[in-house]
C-alpha cells in the first residue's frame, strides 16, 4: 500500500485578498497548492525563512505591478481594506470583485 499523507486545510481560498506579512504587499490569491509544489533548488535560494513545506502554499498576484509570486501560508495575513487589486491579470482569473472578495468566472465587471 501506499503512504497516506495528511493535508492541512488552506486557510485562504482562491479569490481572497491578502497582505504579505514580510514584504508589506497585498494581492490576491490565483490558486491554493496543499503543500510547496516547486523545485528544492527554488526553495533553497528564495525561501529564505525556510517556512514549512507540508502547509499550504498560495499563488498570489501582486497588488500594482505584473508579477505573481509563490508564498507559504504563514507569511500571509487576510487584508481588511475591503480595496480592489491592481493586476493585469485580475480579469483572467476573476469575474468581479464583492465585499471584499473576487469571484471566480468570465471577464471582470
Known amino acids: 500500500m ?6 492541512d486545510r488552506a486557510k485562504y481560498s482562491v479569490g481572497d485578498v491578502v ?7 497585498r494581492g490576491v490569491i490565483a490558486d491554493v497548492d496543499p503543500t510547496f509544489q516547486l ?8 525561501a529564505r525563512s525556510r517556512p514549512p513545506k ?3 502554499w498560495y499563488h498570489v498576484l501582486v497588488h500594482e ?3 505573481m509570486t509563490y508564498v507559504a501560508e504563514r507569511n500571509l495575513e ?16 476573476f469575474s ?9 468566472g468570465g471577464p471582470l465587471m
Request: negative net charge.
Open 96 to 104: 468581479r470583485f464583492e465585499n471584499g472578495h473576487y469571484v471566480r
Open 19 to 25: 497582505h504579505h506579512r514580510l514584504f508589506n504587499y
Open 65 to 67: 505591478t505584473g508579477g
Open 39 to 46: 523545485t528544492e533548488e527554488w526553495y533553497e535560494s528564495i
Open 2 to 7: 501506499g503512504e497516506i499523507i495528511k493535508f
Open 54 to 56: 507540508n502547509r499550504p
Open 78 to 93: 487576510t487584508d481588511d481594506s475591503d480595496a480592489p487589486v491592481c493586476h493585469p491579470l485580475i480579469g483572467h482569473y
